[in-house]
């Protein structure tokens, strides 16, 4: 039988524990609900917690430590020499042993111990199987039978399930925390690992970016050199033109949004352009690389300019076209959030409109300003898509836009698409690359909330 | 329009009134006009979208005088006084009829440009509402955005008058760098008056100036006002009858969007004419 079943089974149990703990509790005071402690239900869910939670928590340990329990159990029924193996050997054997009980392909002959072995692994995980469903199937019945029995009408049940919602609810948040850590030390041991190959000092300060390494050693083109600054400083440069477009876009929309223009176009156009931000970025990504990189270089030729037909300003004017409604849905809201008195203060000494906005506004809006666009440059430093499909694969060191540059988000997806060994620093420097990204966005997010939590205490 | 349901016609006429005889909302009851008026107001209206919040107006505002005009929440008070200077143009819905006079000229004439007149008609509000900035740009703000400076130590100089006028002086000149937010709650608000007064304004509109203030802090204002009447003319909105017995020389009662009585302050509180404002001075409403 499957662990399926036994959660079905366990949710049915305990919708039956809901349903005898109420009315347990409603037979204790004869129907008066006023003499409980609390409502009918909360005893049912209290019930139901008592006969549920025990058993999922047995079945998750139960299926957390029965593979290496049963693992343990067939390598001592193994001959001896087999026994014996260095433990990469042994990791072979026992994968082959688990193949051979399930079915799969065997990468070795199959003889009579394996065999054995394998029949001995099925039979032992059977049993345990058999034994978690009796097991659990029990834990969840006499805990939901006591908890009913114990039931009394002066029993704080609401107080009890208030606090295991409490709990749920905290632990809910943790595993979106314990999530993000556990990317971050996935990243950091291979890492860890590219940086045993690669000196850390070559990778961050090295001016030349080749990460073919060879396998043979007479391979043609690979010279595996990891010197990460090409990548960032086109990261850099294609960041700078998006931030070029955006922000003054971005922010005179915003301007215009909230302070010029009626209500009705309002309605109108804000989610007009909101729906820049619903665009996937594939989308972009050739709009980019059809219309926009074409259109450059012809304009350049025009004017006598070479523009290489895969430019950093492609991608770059692109990508700050996405990021418009970025800046300027984030600078509305602080520009709205400047309260109307110090308009009026302003209009009230004469101001102008624009001079209003110029020199009490902006001013007064700018921490939350700078705060969205800081956002807005990590939203565009992580920026994937735009930049695989306009921007280039060469890892060219240049300042200008009109040559093809790669990003770090792009040489991650180079180095990491199709079949990969994870031993070569190859692979290993998409782990490294990927680590001081996030390093990068997660300190500008880091000053941006600041700045933006600053200036929201101002007017509060 | 009989919003007092004893409303008796006729009585309105009768000028020799005894105190609080009057009931008709029909007319204002009292003297609208002066002998040298600064502003002059005829038959202002004034709808908020379809509800109108003012109701047939008429009022002169007298040269160097104050003027308060008081009146239970919601009796257009406020909305009358924003008229003076047309801060009501900054809501979509307002709108404004009659005619509104400043020394002869139309301020609603189609024509007219409201940026010298709010900067000859200066305001300030209920809250305090300095400019995150320093307590020097937020009084240079409005002399350099009309040009009213001919170099620094000109904007020096009209900084520390409209300080000094504002009697506030004394207690920032070492710190004018300072951001205007980081003052009191009464020293911000002196802070506004006096940026008020740095562009030089003939009418000074104050908005329950005092309202978010502390009693110390208000009484510092009310002097203020008093000091300022010899250069300026004052329209105040307040809540408190005893500061408008204070601080004003006439005294305008508004119910519902009506100008119900106005008159001499000392008149006003000692013997009202009309019913409704006997009833609010003495407590009875409001």
Known sequence: MHTSTLIILLLGLMSLAYYFGRKRSLSLVGGKVRDLHSLPSYYGMQTAMWCGIPALILLAFWLS???????????????????????????????????????DIVSSTVDQTMQQAADHY???????????????????????????????????????????????????????????????????????????????????????????????????????????????????????????????????????????????FRTLAKPVLEVLAGIPTVVYGFFAALTVAPFF???????????????????????????????????DDV?????????????????????????????AALPGIVGGVLLAVSRAIGETMIVVMAAGLSANLTANPLEAVTTVTVQIVTLLVGDQEFDSAKTLAAFALALVLFVITLALNMIALHIVRKYREQYE | MNETSAATPGLAEETEAAAGTVQSTDATVGEIYVDDPRMTCRNVNVYYGEKQAIFDVSLDIGKNQVISMIGPSGCGKSTFLRCLNRMNDTIDVCRVTGQIKMDEQDIYDGGLDVVPLRASVGMVFQKPNPFPKSIYDNIAYGPKIHGLSDNKEHLDSIVESSLQRAGLWEEVKDRL????????????????????IAVSPEVILMDEPCSALDPIATAKIEELIDELRENFTIAIVTHSMQQAARVSQRTAYFHLGKLIEVG????????????????????RFG
């Not at chain 1, 925390?177 to 690669?198: A, H």
């Not at chain 1, 070479?306 to 990508?319: D, P």
């Not at chain 2, 937010?181 to 008056?193: E, F, K, Y």
């Open chain 1, 122 to 264: 099925t039979s032992l995980m059977s049993i345990s199987h058999m034994a978690l469903f009796v097991v659990a199937l029990s834990v969840a019945i006499l805990a939901g039978l006591w908890a009913q029995r114990t039931i009394t009408r002066e029993q704080r049940a609401r107080n009890r399930v208030e606090k295991a919602i409490n709990f749920f609810l905290l632990s809910s948040s943790t595993l979106a925390i314990f999530t993000t850590v556990g990317i971050v030390l996935s990243v950091l041991f291979e890492s860890v690992r590219f940086f045993q190959q690669i000196p850390v000092t070559e990778f961050l300060f090295g001016l030349e970016w080749s990460p073919q390494t060879a396998i043979r050693p007479d391979q043609v083109g690979s010279s595996g050199v990891f010197g990460s600054v090409p990548l960032f400083a086109g990261t850099m440069l294609i960041t700078l033109i998006a931030m070029i477009v955006a922000v003054p876009i971005g922010l005179m929309s915003a301007i215009y949004m909230a302070e010029y223009a009626s209500k009705h």
């Open chain 2, 177 to 196: 760098d300072q951001p205007g937010t980081g003052l009191s709650g009464g020293q911000q608000q002196r802070l506004c008056i006096a940026r008020a």
């Open chain 1, 65 to 103: 430590f029965e593979e290496s329990v049963v693992t343990g159990m067939v390598v001592e029924s193994l001959p001896q020499e087999v026994q014996n193996l260095p433990p990469e050997r042994l990791d072979l054997v026992l994968n082959d042993v688990r193949n051979l009980s399930q079915g």
């Open chain 1, 335 to 363: 520009i709205n959030a400047v309260p109307q008195a110090m308009r009026d203060g302003s209009y009230g000494l004469g101001a102008t409109r624009s001079e209003t906005i110029r020199n009490v506004i902006i001013p």
């Open chain 1, 297 to 331: 270089r012809d304009l350049g030729t025009d004017i006598g300019l070479t523009v290489s037909s895969e430019s950093a300003l492609a991608a770059g004017v692109v990508m700050g076209i996405m990021i418009i409604p970025f800046v300027s849905s984030l600078s």
């Open chain 2, 264 to 283: 001499e302050t000392d008149q006003i509180f000692t013997s009202p004419r009309h019913k409704l404002t006997e009833d609010y001075i003495t407590g």
